[in-house]
């Protein structure tokens, strides 16, 4: 029996927006860099009838400190392992972590549906417009449904017969950047004067300068920074050795204890801005942001003093 024009295009279309009737999906398929992630893997139902008896989630690389949420009735297991670089962390790097989760023991029945949670921290691995895919493996009564496939360039998931879950990465709302005079809370803390320094015409790096105080119990990094007209930036540190000033980057990140207020000036901590194109002009402001381990990007607006400033002057700008 044939359906009406009308009706077959509808079911057609369903089908087609349907992704290959997966057991696995994940309720949050939207994401942005450097934020956690907590990632439920929704079961419709079992393989073929059968009932589920054991789920597991491969973490993909560029996704860190992933933690899995108990379940009752079921255990838990997880396999750690290297990642294949060092990432930025609350507490530094991280070079290893845990690469998949397994709840087994359960028996969730093909007529019924449940949840299994854990949370995770997205980096800056895959940029806006990409998708991480979480391969996610369900066991049911001698049978297997392995949802791991990941479509190729150019490729749908709509076109696999297993498709992993997926969560596409999109770039943060940009908050306003504040006035230069004003503080910048972001989380537990608090972004205060951030300046710059004027640079001569022809010079390529610039230093960077602010307070940033910590009120939360945890602690934080600034691991990095950046502005329109450089290429790059470092925090550094500067110090005396014998009399010589030195000046290196801060492995990891600069610290910010709880409690505690670090100042970047001039002779210490320090941002420092590389391969400018072009000068950097006294009286101007900046936008900018800092990157945080813990809370992310924020955005700031730096106000530009005169080359050779030793301190912001109130209101934005420095003494001549």
Request: some cysteine; proline content about 8%; glycine content about 12%.
């Amino acid at each position: 029996m044939f359906l009406p024009l009308r009706a077959g295009l509808a079911a057609a279309l369903s089908l087609a927006a349907a992704p290959a009737f997966a057991h696995a999906v994940l309720a949050v398929t939207q994401a942005s860099p450097n934020q956690t992630y907590r990632g439920v893997v929704q079961i419709g139902h079992g393989c073929d009838g059968k009932a589920t008896t054991g789920i597991t989630v491969t973490i993909p690389e560029g996704v860190i400190a992933a933690k899995p949420m108990p379940k009752a009735g079921w255990q838990l297991s997880t396999v750690k392992g290297a990642y294949a670089r060092a990432y930025p962390s609350y507490h530094g790097t991280v070079a290893e972590g845990v690469k998949t989760i397994t709840w087994t023991g359960g028996a969730l029945p093909d007529d019924q549906y449940d949840e299994f949670v854990f949370q995770a921290r997205l980096t800056d691995a895959v940029a806006p417009g990409g998708t991480v895919y979480f391969p996610v493996r369900q066991d049911c009564d001698g049978a297997v449904a392995d949802w791991s496939q990941v479509p190729a360039a150019g490729q749908s998931a709509r076109d696999l017969k297993s498709p992993a879950p997926g969560v596409r990465i999109v770039a943060a709302a940009a908050a306003p950047a504040a006035p230069a005079s004003a503080s910048v809370k972001a989380g537990d803390l608090t972004i205060q004067a951030p300046w710059i320094r004027a640079t001569p015409g022809g010079a390529k790096v610039a230093g960077g300068y602010l307070q940033v105080t910590n009120t939360g119990t945890e602690p934080d990094r600034l691991v990095a920074a950046s502005i329109p007209l450089a290429a790059r930036a470092e925090v550094h540190q500067m110090a005396m050795d014998k009399g010589v000033a030195k000046m290196a980057p801060v492995e990891g990140g600069l610290v910010i204890k709880p409690g505690e207020t670090v100042v970047l000036k001039p002779g210490g901590y320090h941002l420092m801005f590389m391969d400018l194109s072009g000068p950097v002009k006294a009286g101007d402001t900046l936008d900018g942001t800092l990157t945080f381990a813990r809370a992310g990007t924020v955005p700031v607006r730096f106000a530009v003093g005169a080359i050779g400033a030793s301190a912001p002057e109130a209101g934005g700008h420095q003494h001549h």
